[in-house]
């Protein structure tokens, strides 16, 4: 089932309670990064103790996706291939991308639940 057919059933079902949507999600983001782990490890500061002269291509087919949120935190996600042969860079970031949002769900819902919480403590004093 497509996000949005999701979003038509949750609608349909829980009408207007509070809860994160995918706008609030994408509305948290200010930045958003792509690299590999072979640009990672070829970085000048990178620490590669094994050996810095062998970094093997498969580094190349993994790919990480670093999302900045508005309060400064950083989630990521991050996407591997294993044959060479199907690796193509933008389904890798699309990938990567999509899990580092899918962390994000589970922080903005702790999130909801924290100021939900706040709100029905406030409402008993």
Same mark, same amino acid.
């Given at each position: ?23 609030? /999600? ?31 291509? $498969? /580094? ?22 294993? $044959? ?27 999130? /909801?639940?924290?100021? /939900? ?9």
């Amino acid at each position: 089932m497509s996000d949005d057919a999701i979003e038509q059933v949750i609608k349909a079902k829980v009408g207007t309670a509070p809860r994160v949507t995918r706008e609030d /999600l994408e509305a948290e983001i200010t930045h958003e990064h792509y690299f590999t782990a072979e640009q990672g490890a070829r970085h000048p500061d990178a620490v590669n103790p094994r050996d810095y002269a062998n970094i093997t291509s $498969s /580094l190349s087919r993994l790919t990480f996706c670093v999302l900045k949120l508005k309060n400064g935190f950083t989630v990521t996600g991050e996407s591997a291939c294993v $044959s060479p042969e199907n690796f193509d860079a933008k389904i890798g970031r699309d990938i990567a991308r999509a899990n580092a949002i899918e962390k994000m769900w589970l922080l903005l819902g702790f999130r /909801l639940a924290d100021q /939900l919480a706040a709100a029905k403590q406030a409402s008993r004093a």
